[in-house]
């Protein structure tokens, strides 16, 4: 790849330890004092090493992480976005910004775990911990890598290739090739960590690592071009290790995952591997800044939101059996992951805006005079009729409520969840079906839809009978909002190219038209008469307006929009990347002999 993604990691490999504090968890060394020959002197300080590579590398991929994940996938609509209409290029910054971001997490544990196996002080087992942690982290960058640029290098040790001279020289290696590597990289990895089964404190553990593990092998299973059974089994095996082993189980409340507090979003370690984000800006990429992108304008004090003109997509709402068009009172929402997901009409949150009891949708539009600290000025901004919620941590009242330290602009502490539970019990259901174990399927979805259905779970969530379909859906619904839709559609791709173009064809992907104005009508009158009358808005309509927009074809998706294209930056520094992939034995060319 280019200079600047493997060179520049290794030399800011020893620089990026230089961090402020921001937490127990992710305390780090302080700039003025640090370098490596006087660092990892103990244990403290080995982790400490460690700590940054839970987010400062990640950061240049948030953007890309929701733009390829949910909008490329269907799930969110974002106006004109080149991955809404499968129109990106290899100029595209958030693609730049990502494939640097992908680099840089792999130059950067490339760095630390040398650093740590230089170091004399800490002892055996916590550098073990730590190596293992870091490890984790590379294979997680392999795994988005491999699924977003298909074939890519191997980049197995920064030194050994800028000693070569040869960086700017390096071949792609085949999927096969890579899923391997990463294959090899997490095994290596589990055999270094330790194995928690209580008091999970967000680091990586075995378990962790191995629910990453069973995920891989789902994937993989596909990538010749038909079902490998045998990856499929083992899929199976890992993930139901984890399951049975770990002493994790779901978190009972299905919003509180994705809330501030970790005695909250952590309570039974459902939360495997996650970006662990500062509220601190020194040095910029520490933090989480998606509640700017998905928010919406007032949401929170630091006047730093503009998200509210994208949102979850009218496909997104088909699947969970709502639409936005109904009248709020009528909605049935038995599924509790859909105002988890997305904020409509009628919509009430008591975990956001807590001075002020609570969070009201409609109110926020359309009395933000006398509710809040500013809003949208009386306008419905979410163009399919939802605005977003995962993800979003509230006002300053609740960042400070659920952690003590005030969020800045662009500065926030909210977790990223990347691997989780709930998405293993998934990878096992999957795994089991496509095996012929559709018993153990059915048992394992049935245990993701009880926690979404709570007390409705026997009366409208629990499936007597399973199918792929049943799956598929319940993977989307059960992880929307979380950067992983998309790559089902590729690791669909791989072994059934048709479905995967058909199922994309057929989404409702477009905006609706005013939908804000029966809302604000609703809102005006709805608490006196109770009205909730698509005709009766300001405007007057017909009543047999269409609000959706039909008139976009579905969009041109083909078998080559399931690889983006390498940034062209990359490609001019180094022309390989045009050239067909090397095959390598992976085992035998790549050693971790320690």
């Known amino acids: 790849m280019r200079i600047n993604n493997i060179l520049k990691p290794i030399l800011a490999g020893t620089l990026a330890l230089a961090l402020s504090s921001c937490g127990e968890f992710l305390n780090r060394p302080t700039e003025d004092n640090y ?29 890309g992480f929701i733009k390829i994940g949910e909008v490329m996938a269907g799930n969110m609509y974002w106006g004109s976005s080149p991955y809404l209409t499968f129109t ?9 910004n990502m494939s640097y971001s992908l680099w840089a997490v792999n130059g950067h544990a490339n760095t630390v775990i040398n650093n740590i196996r230089n170091s004399e002080g800490p002892s055996q087992e916590i550098k073990n911990q730590a190596i293992g942690e870091a490890l984790t982290l590379k294979a997680l960058a392999y795994f988005f890598m491999v699924r977003t640029f298909g074939e890519v290098p191997i980049i197995h ?6 000693t070569s001279g040869q960086y700017n020289q390096v071949y792609k290696h085949t999927r096969e090739n890579v899923y391997d590597y990463i294959i090899l990289t997490i095994e290596k990895a589990m055999e270094l960590l330790p194995k928690k089964t209580s008091g999970w404190d967000n680091r990586i553990d075995y378990y962790a690592a191995e629910g990453l593990l069973s995920k891989v092998y789902l994937t993989k299973a596909g990538v010749s071009g038909t079902l490998n059974q045998e990856d499929l089994k083992l899929a199976a095996k890992y993930a139901k290790d984890v399951i049975d082993n770990s002493g994790r189980t779901l978190t009972p409340v299905y919003s509180d995952i994705f809330r501030l507090a970790p005695s909250t979003y952590n309570q ?7 970006w662990m984000w500062a509220a601190a800006r020194d040095p910029w990429t520490q933090q989480n800044t998606l509640q700017s992108d998905l928010g919406m304008i007032g949401f929170s004090e630091t006047g730093d939101l503009w998200g509210g003109w994208g949102g979850p997509s009218v496909d997104l709402m088909d699947a969970f059996g709502v639409d936005p068009l109904d009248d709020p009172r009528d909605r049935k929402d038995y599924d509790s992951r859909r105002k988890a997901t997305m904020m409509m009409a009628g919509d009430t949150y008591e975990y956001f805006w807590t001075d002020k009891g609570g969070f ?8 933000s005079d006398n509710y809040g600290v500013g809003g949208p000025g009386g306008v419905f901004q979410g163009p399919c009729g939802a605005q977003n919620v995962k993800h979003l941590y509230g006002n300053t009242h609740d960042h400070e409520t659920a952690t003590g330290l005030t969020p800045g602009n662009m500065c926030y502490q909210l977790p990223t969840h990347i691997i989780r539970l709930g998405d293993i019990y998934l990878v096992y259901a999957e795994a089991c079906f496509l095996t012929g174990d559709k018993e153990s399927a059915l048992e394992y979805v049935n245990k993701v839809r009880e926690r979404a259905y709570g007390k409705n779970f026997e009366s409208q969530g629990k499936l007597s009978s399973i199918t792929w379909e049943d799956i598929w859906k319940e993977r989307r619904l059960e992880l929307a909002g979380e950067g992983d839709r998309w ?13 995967a173009i058909s199922l994309i064809k057929a989404q409702r992907r477009n905006e609706m038209y005013s939908y804000g104005e029966p809302c604000k009508h609703y809102f005006e009158t709805g608490f006196i008469d109770g009205k909730w009358d698509l005709s009766a808005a300001e405007w007057t309509v017909d009543s047999s307006v269409t609000y959706y927009n039909n008139t976009i074809a579905a969009p041109n998706v083909t078998a080559s929009s399931f690889t983006l294209p390498f940034p062209s930056e990359d490609v001019v520094y180094n022309p390989n990347l045009l050239e067909p992939a090397v095959e390598v034995d992976v085992r035998e060319t790549y050693k971790y002999d320690f």
């Open 360 to 367: 009201d949708l409609l109110r926020f539009i359309y009395d």
């Open 157 to 162: 040790d920064n030194t050994e290739v800028l």
């Open 35 to 63: 370098n490596v020959d006087n660092f990892y002197k103990n244990d403290e300080q080995c982790l400490q090493g460690v700590n940054y590579l839970y987010n400062s590398p990640w950061y240049d991929f948030q953007r």
């Open 487 to 499: 790559y089902d559609f590729v690791r669909l791709s791989y072994y059934d190219m048709n479905k």
């Open 88 to 96: 990106t290029n290899s100029t595209d910054v958030d693609l730049i």
């Open 268 to 274: 039974t370690g459902e939360p495997m591997i996650s």
